[in-house]
């Protein structure tokens, strides 16, 4: 499904059917824009959007903007308040699923698993957690042949010295890692990082694609309409 951003789409082919995408960077770089915008899009091909809201980011107020009124009626908002309701939701979404849904989204995919993720054990279940939603995730997008997007977040991925101490910071934006680790790495057929450069100007670069060259950027514009 295209996103209606010209340079994206050329970069991407848009948002593919039959497989989950991730979109990640640092906060306010865009991630829900695309979201809400992909849920625009599925509207105008007359068609309904879940969206899974984790951070509280869904605003019905900028979907309104960006796509009118009747785009508002045609998405189906679940907030959920922890890991195990996330889990919860997305396993729930399969029987939700008909002809008349056209886009999925999680966003974001890892900000509960983040705050619970206390301990090694903790992690390991919650990332067993993770690979249940990512494949019924797969299965709803192959299914139902439809576009899944997932948001993720980052950290800074440390180079220590002899010393063990981080000389990495603030030299190379080549360290900024996304969560999730080999799980959403292995589902996620299509990533993207989504970085600042100024106010309303992200870069988008196309980290993997099963088709299209990868390690190439773009640059696009946060607007009230959306990315453009």
């Given amino acids: 499904m295209k996103t209606g951003c010209a340079l994206f789409d050329e970069m991407t082919d848009g948002i593919p059917e039959k497989m989950v995408s991730q979109v990640y960077g640092e906060y306010a770089t865009g991630k829900t824009t695309l979201c809400l915008q992909m849920c625009v899009r599925a509207s105008r091909d007359k068609k309904k959007s879940f969206f899974i809201d984790t951070e509280g980011g869904f605003s019905p107020e900028r979907l ?5 009124e009747a785009s508002l009626k045609d998405v189906m908002v679940f907030e959920v308040r922890d890991f195990s309701e ?7 979404l399969e029987g939700m699923m008909s002809g008349k849904v056209g886009f999925v989204c999680v966003d974001s995919v890892v900000s509960l698993y983040r705050l619970e993720a206390s301990d090694y054990d903790t992690r390991l279940n919650l990332s067993r ?3 249940r939603q990512v494949l019924v995730l797969s299965r709803i997008a192959r299914t139902n042949n439809i576009p899944v997007l997932v948001t993720n977040q980052v950290y800074e991925k440390m180079t220590l010295d002899s010393n063990h101490r ?4 603030g030299i190379s934006r080549e360290g900024v890692m996304p969560l999730g680790g080999d799980v959403l790495k292995y589902w996620c057929k299509m990533i993207v990082r989504l970085e600042k450069v100024e106010r309303a100007v992200r870069r988008a670069t196309l980290v993997r694609h099963p088709y299209k060259e990868e390690e190439v950027s773009c640059l696009v514009s946060i607007t009230h309409k959306g990315i453009l």
Avoid: W
């Fill in 129 to 131: 957690e993770m690979g």
């Fill in 86 to 92: 996330q889990t919860e939701r997305v396993i729930g």
């Fill in 64 to 68: 309104v903007q960006m796509g009118g």
């Fill in 166 to 169: 981080d000389i990495s910071k």
